[in-house]
């Protein structure tokens, strides 16, 4: 009997892992013992959803150790290696709010030393041995003792946590697979901390990214696809009359679905639905449209004005593991099928910053990638430009099949034009497949589960 140990602290991680083949496909194995970590407080969540023999699960709180001064200051570290768009927005953004000689000196010199670091590939090394070995690499030792791993799984290639069980895993010689949980992390997460034995990636672009960017060899690299649109093949899990009855939208009516950037990223999120609603009421969309407003799971905008507006369902996904605690959100199957459901009955996607472009291509929705603010006129930085310069975003416009739009007339123009012809930009999005989806077959499930269980078998 051997025994794999597997982190789960990422929200989204239920979402791609536990609600896909892969879990099922490693359950079904009579000779392996799965061992999963989370945090304490999801431990009898997890287990109502993703119990069964051979699968424990082991709360342990991660804050302890992440949150001490020096382990900050070696995570924060491998962001100066690292000079993608997104981490020189960042900083830009750090000296916007502390503007002043100071932080003008600061902001240049920090810039200049991430060029250089970044740029030199002999510092990368460099840093990682710096990393593991001035680093409380043994934290994790007492309960690795009790599980004695035959194999670790770390689901977050780039997580701050996952990194904990990565070195333990290395200073023990256990047998180190991770996967690139999202199709960001190699471009906003720092350089990657610790070299594992093999990765798992979902794409072509993001395999890529890790070989330019991270110095990791391409033969040591699985690409997989993403499993949790695996199920997606078959279609929708409910039919329209009872999905439309279910969010209480009107069946006569098509639907667009809206994504807003979130509490976080943005304070002009209701005006963009104001905008769509004025357009309504003007004449400038057709009165048979509504809109289905999914919210940021976690830090969702304040869209109470839209309430009891026939025109507006106003979504906020995902279930809350703490009682009026969004930031601990996780995914149950039910969750994933309402998003499955959302997109399939939607004729529009639109999205200000967030990776529904991928889950809109595998049904081939036409998207538009909303990047103005509102009724305000911002600075860049302060601005929802920004986010479609990020690297992953920026990649995924170059493929051609997503309009960005930068002003309320192009909005409304880029909704009538596809409301028309949903099969404009068709070959843009046939594009987005091919990179950054891999392959839509209903099998990247099973691809990372038996790339994990063919590695375990060869030690």
Not at 163 to 168: A, D, Q, S, V, Y
Not at 232 to 254: C, N
Not at 255 to 284: H, M, R, Y
Request: hydrophobic share 40%.
């Amino acid at each position: 009997m051997k025994t794999i140990i597997i982190s789960a602290y990422n929200t989204f991680i239920s979402r791609n892992l536990f609600n896909t083949d892969v879990l099922k496909i490693l359950k079904k194995e009579e000779g392996l013992n799965i061992v999963i970590f989370c945090p304490p407080d999801k431990v009898n969540f997890f287990q109502q959803f993703y119990g069964g023999p051979r699968v424990a699960f082991e709360g342990l709180d991660m804050d302890q150790f992440i949150r001490r001064p020096w382990n900050k200051k070696l995570y924060r570290l491998s962001f100066l290696l690292e000079n993608s768009q997104y981490i020189k927005d960042q900083r830009l953004e750090r000296y916007e709010n502390n503007k002043n000689i100071a932080g003008y000196l600061n902001y240049k010199w920090v810039g200049l030393v991430s060029y250089v670091l970044s740029s030199i590939l002999i510092f990368h090394p460099i840093y990682r041995v710096f990393d593991l070995f001035f680093s409380e690499r043994r934290a994790l030792k007492p309960y690795f003792d009790k599980f004695n791993p035959d194999f670790v799984f770390a689901a977050d290639s780039f997580g701050e946590i996952d990194i904990w069980f990565m070195k333990e895993a290395r200073s023990r010689k256990t047998p180190l697979i991770t996967m690139v949980r999202s199709w960001d992390n190699t471009t906003t997460k720092g350089i990657l901390r610790l070299m594992p034995d093999k990765i798992i990636v979902n794409s072509p672009t993001v395999k890529n990214e890790l070989i330019e960017i991270h110095d990791y060899q391409a033969d040591d690299i699985f690409v997989a696809g993403l499993p949790q649109f695996d199920v997606w093949l078959s279609g929708p899990t409910e039919t329209r009359e009872h999905f439309f009855a279910r969010i209480g939208a009107d069946p006569s009516k098509k639907l667009i679905l809206f994504a807003p950037a979130g509490a976080v990223l943005s304070n002009t999120d209701w005006q963009l639905c104001q905008i769509l609603k004025e357009a309504l009421e003007n004449g400038s969309l057709p009165e048979n449209v509504q809109f289905l407003v999914r919210n940021h799971p976690q830090h969702p905008a304040d869209l109470s004005k839209f309430a009891g507006d026939p025109s507006f369902i106003i979504d906020n996904p995902g279930h809350m593991t703490k009682a009026g605690d969004r930031k601990n959100i996780e995914f149950r199957p039910q969750d994933s099928e309402h998003l499955r459901n959302s997109i399939y009955y939607s004729d529009i996607v639109m999205y200000v910053a967030t990776s529904l472009g991928l889950d809109s291509s595998v049904f081939n929705k036409p998207q538009i990638m909303v990047s103005f603010d509102g009724f305000e006129k911002k600075p860049y930085i302060r601005s929802v430009k920004r986010y479609n310069r990020e690297d992953c975003l920026y990649n995924l416009v170059r493929c051609g099949g997503t309009k960005v739009v930068k002003s309320k007339e192009e909005w409304i123009m880029a909704i009538n034009a596809y409301l028309k012809n949903p099969t404009l930009d068709q070959s843009g999005r046939d594009e987005i497949v091919k990179q950054h989806l891999y392959k839509i077959d209903g099998k990247a499930g099973e691809r990372i589960a038996n790339i994990l269980l063919s590695f375990v078998k060869q030690f």
